[in-house]
């Protein structure tokens, strides 16, 4: 399969940050069917009970990735400000709610607190275009770094990447948020890619775990995050299975990833426009967070 950066139909995506952190709005004003999958032991999310498949609610308007850890959960207001002034929500009785859903990394690295506020996600939204593909230190990736268990002085930056793969006439496209505690490693080579260093060199987190099992790495300080776009049709209960299997694509490229020191989270929303069939569709997931993950690094 081609690897392409494109966002599927029905979607838009929009970033704001300063130096420190950010966030990054994913939009679907139409509405989107939502599944989510959530793995790492310190998680910070919103609205993911929702997004259950025995809960009512079937579709979703917005996916915000925020930097700030718990406090950039406030960003989400903003974007509802924003959706809710276009009339895009929920409709009960005369009101219209925006259903956005959430997760946030730990970004709080500098002396002073920085974390994006209700005014960051309403111009995050406000600027949501269908081709803003920037990748690296943007929204929610400002703040992002890889390779924590020495502390920030071993880590290397990081990022948000982008990746999509066609599957007939749809298409599955990542957006990833890589702060992980684990290196990213290349699946085609082995070679760690960007990770914890001493000295300039990679230590290889997993092999400096088992050597040094009181390495104590500070609790919830990482977290890899992020949204598979699709414009196929499929159910709730199938977004959910694929924000399950997308996290294939994290444990091909972060070791170790999904540790109790990580807030693991993965998204999948479908516009529902084009036929595909849903084996492949499994498999195209894997391979857009994988490279979206690298992307993120590079």
């Given at each position: 399969m081609?690897?392409?950066k494109k966002l599927p139909q029905g979607f838009s995506i929009g970033h704001e940050n300063d130096e420190y952190t950010g966030v990054t709005a994913i939009i679907c004003s139409e509405g989107a069917i939502g599944g989510v999958d959530v793995r790492g032991g310190a998680p910070g999310t919103?609205?993911?009970d929702l997004l259950r498949n025995?809960?009512?609610?079937?579709k979703i308007n917005a996916v915000a990735l925020c930097g700030g850890s718990a406090f950039g959960m406030g960003a989400i207001t903003g974007i509802m400000k924003c959706l809710h002034e276009k009339g895009v929500g929920y409709p009960i009785d005369n009101k219209v709610v925006p259903i956005v859903c959430g997760a946030v990394i730990y970004d709080l690295n500098d002396a002073e607190y920085h974390y994006p506020t209700a005014e960051s996600g309403y111009k995050a939204a406000s600027r949501a275009t269908s081709d803003d593909l920037r990748q690296g230190k943007v929204g929610v990736g400002v703040g992002a770094?890889?390779?924590k268990i020495l502390g920030m002085?071993?880590?290397c930056p990081s990022g948000i990447g982008i990746a999509g793969v066609r599957v007939g006439n749809a298409l599955v496209t990542a957006i990833v948020?890589?702060?992980a505690l684990g290196d990213v490693t290349d699946p085609k080579t082995g070679k760690i890619v960007a990770g914890a260093k001493a000295n300039g060199q990679f230590i290889d987190t997993k092999r400096f775990i088992l050597e040094n099992v009181s390495s104590n790495p500070p609790f919830g300080t990482n977290t890899t995050i992020g949204c598979v776009l699709t414009d196929a049709k499929i159910t709730k209960v199938q977004a959910n299975k694929l924000a399950s299997v997308a996290h294939n694509g994290l444990a091909r490229t972060i070791s170790p990833v999904h540790t109790d020191f990580d807030g693991?989270?993965?998204?999948?929303?479908s516009s529902c426009k084009e036929e595909a069939?849903?084996?492949a569709l499994e498999i195209a997931v894997t391979q857009a967070v994988e490279q979206a993950v690298l992307n993120a690094v590079k």
């Amino acid at each position: 399969m081609e690897t392409i950066k494109k966002l599927p139909q029905g979607f838009s995506i929009g970033h704001e940050n300063d130096e420190y952190t950010g966030v990054t709005a994913i939009i679907c004003s139409e509405g989107a069917i939502g599944g989510v999958d959530v793995r790492g032991g310190a998680p910070g999310t919103h609205e993911t009970d929702l997004l259950r498949n025995e809960k009512m609610m079937q579709k979703i308007n917005a996916v915000a990735l925020c930097g700030g850890s718990a406090f950039g959960m406030g960003a989400i207001t903003g974007i509802m400000k924003c959706l809710h002034e276009k009339g895009v929500g929920y409709p009960i009785d005369n009101k219209v709610v925006p259903i956005v859903c959430g997760a946030v990394i730990y970004d709080l690295n500098d002396a002073e607190y920085h974390y994006p506020t209700a005014e960051s996600g309403y111009k995050a939204a406000s600027r949501a275009t269908s081709d803003d593909l920037r990748q690296g230190k943007v929204g929610v990736g400002v703040g992002a770094t890889v390779g924590k268990i020495l502390g920030m002085s071993g880590a290397c930056p990081s990022g948000i990447g982008i990746a999509g793969v066609r599957v007939g006439n749809a298409l599955v496209t990542a957006i990833v948020c890589v702060n992980a505690l684990g290196d990213v490693t290349d699946p085609k080579t082995g070679k760690i890619v960007a990770g914890a260093k001493a000295n300039g060199q990679f230590i290889d987190t997993k092999r400096f775990i088992l050597e040094n099992v009181s390495s104590n790495p500070p609790f919830g300080t990482n977290t890899t995050i992020g949204c598979v776009l699709t414009d196929a049709k499929i159910t709730k209960v199938q977004a959910n299975k694929l924000a399950s299997v997308a996290h294939n694509g994290l444990a091909r490229t972060i070791s170790p990833v999904h540790t109790d020191f990580d807030g693991d989270a993965l998204f999948c929303l479908s516009s529902c426009k084009e036929e595909a069939d849903f084996f492949a569709l499994e498999i195209a997931v894997t391979q857009a967070v994988e490279q979206a993950v690298l992307n993120a690094v590079k």
